[in-house]
């Protein structure tokens, strides 16, 4: 059974930073693509940033510059890296796995930017 564990989120001032951690069982990162996904309150489900198993690494124009994705292979866990971090940042942080033709999904940490 595969399951995936977000960790790290909180309340961070605006310009602040903050570190998310997916722990993977059941499925290894080094051979999925990693994503991280964030969902707003009335808002659509949008891609943050993602991994491939050869290192490459995607993000949207919105976060490009401030959201790092690494993962370490040896914990099984993904993180992603938040700097500079706005009040349009709020929201639900979930961790994807894509192997073949299989999903799977995280339950989300929040994340709250606001002083």
């Known amino acids: 059974q595969v399951q995936l564990v977000e960790s790290g989120g909180g309340l961070v001032q605006p310009g602040g930073s903050l570190r998310l951690s997916c722990a993977a069982n059941g499925i290894g990162i080094r051979n999925s693509v990693m994503n991280w996904y964030r969902q707003a309150p009335g808002e659509e489900r949008e891609f943050v940033a993602g991994?491939?198993?050869?290192?490459?690494?995607t993000y949207p124009d919105s976060v490009k510059g401030r959201f790092t994705i690494s993962r370490d292979n040896t914990k099984n866990t993904v993180y992603l890296q938040m700097n500079s971090l706005k009040p349009e940042d709020t929201a639900v942080y979930y961790c994807?796995?894509?192997?073949?033709?299989?999903?799977?999904w995280g339950r989300g940490t929040q994340v709250t930017v606001s002083s």
């Open positions: 994807n796995a894509k192997m073949l033709l299989q999903e799977y």
């Open positions: 991994m491939h198993p050869d290192g490459t690494t």
